[in-house]
């Protein structure tokens, strides 16, 4: 609903410089760090399926893609219409038609020239596209996650993803029953906190960023807990995983 009203504008503004250049650029490195770039960016409130992004705080870029396409925009229109989008979103807050939740706008200048560009191509070029991503740019911007973070001392660290992903850098962890300090240092610069769920737990961290550390004190008794950052759209982006304690 948003987005086509969003679209709609967008169009109207786009239709003329459309003509005036922003070919659909196809050079593999380009798409290599756009893509990277929308996994550390972007992806936190999009869903992208073939960057395996999640987000829901914004429209599906999927779908986005697929309703221009129904408009009988071509990719490279797109393209233009993600740049703009990138370069001046909307800024003023709107209401969810679906939840009544006010929704937080895009913020602006989350990347800038060439930068702005090659993100734009990605996902001109990667939105409701089936199949996957090939050679260098399967890879690209993917978190590299670890499968079990172990308690070591009462201390259990399971930090953010360095580079801004949607994710921990654990996917799940194991701790001794009893005291328990949970530590998410985020060294990247979009928020993120850790908070646990489960048996009667529910607790929270700190929202933090740029090297900050979120933290719980806890005491657990033995069985299946629920780690998650609760920073909004994170938890449904991927950012959770169980806590085993023994
Ligand atoms: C903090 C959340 C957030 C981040 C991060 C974010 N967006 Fe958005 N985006 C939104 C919201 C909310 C909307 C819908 C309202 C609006 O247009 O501002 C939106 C709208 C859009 C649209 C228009 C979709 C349509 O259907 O009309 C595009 C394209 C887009 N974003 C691309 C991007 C790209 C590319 C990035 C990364 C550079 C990005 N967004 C980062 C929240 C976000
Ligand atoms: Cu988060």
Redesign the pocket.
Same mark, same amino acid.
């Given at each position: 609903m948003? %987005? %086509?009203?969003?679209?709609t504008a967008?169009l109207a503004a786009f239709a003329v410089i459309s003509l005036a250049g922003c070919e659909l650029k196809d050079d593999g490195d380009n798409l290599v760090n756009g893509k990277t770039?929308?996994v550390q960016?972007?992806?936190?409130?999009?869903t992208l399926a073939r960057a395996d992004a999640k987000?829901v +705080? %914004? !429209?599906?870029?999927d779908? /986005?893609w697929q309703?221009?396409a129904r408009d009988g925009l071509g990719r490279s229109t797109f393209e233009g &219409?993600?740049h703009r989008? &990138?370069l001046q !979103?909307?800024?003023?807050p709107?209401v969810d038609p679906v939840s009544g939740k006010e929704?937080? !706008?895009? !913020?602006p200048d989350?990347?800038t020239g060439e930068d /702005?560009q090659d993100? /734009?191509a990605y +996902?001109a070029s990667a939105a409701a596209n089936p199949g996957k991503d090939t050679g260098r740019l399967a890879t690209a911007g993917a978190p590299k996650q670890q499968e079990l973070a172990k308690a070591e001392g009462g201390k259990l660290e399971i930090p953010a993803d360095p580079n801004g992903a949607t994710a921990y850098a654990f996917a799940d962890a194991e701790a001794p029953a009893g005291q328990l300090t949970i530590n998410s240092v985020n060294e990247s610069s979009?928020d993120h906190d850790i908070a646990l769920e489960g048996n009667g737990v529910n607790e929270k961290g700190e929202v933090v960023r740029d090297g900050g550390t979120s933290t719980i004190e806890t005491d657990l008794q033995p069985g299946e807990y629920t780690f998650f950052c609760s920073v909004? %759209?994170h938890r449904q982006a991927g950012m959770e995983g169980t806590l085993t304690v023994k």
């Open positions: 948003i %987005g %086509g009203r969003v679209r967008l770039l929308f960016k972007c992806g936190s409130c999009h987000g +705080v %914004g !429209p599906s870029l779908e /986005a309703q221009s &219409i993600v989008q &990138i !979103p909307n800024q003023n709107s929704v937080k !706008p895009m !913020p989350l990347v /702005a993100v /734009a +996902v979009v909004d %759209g």
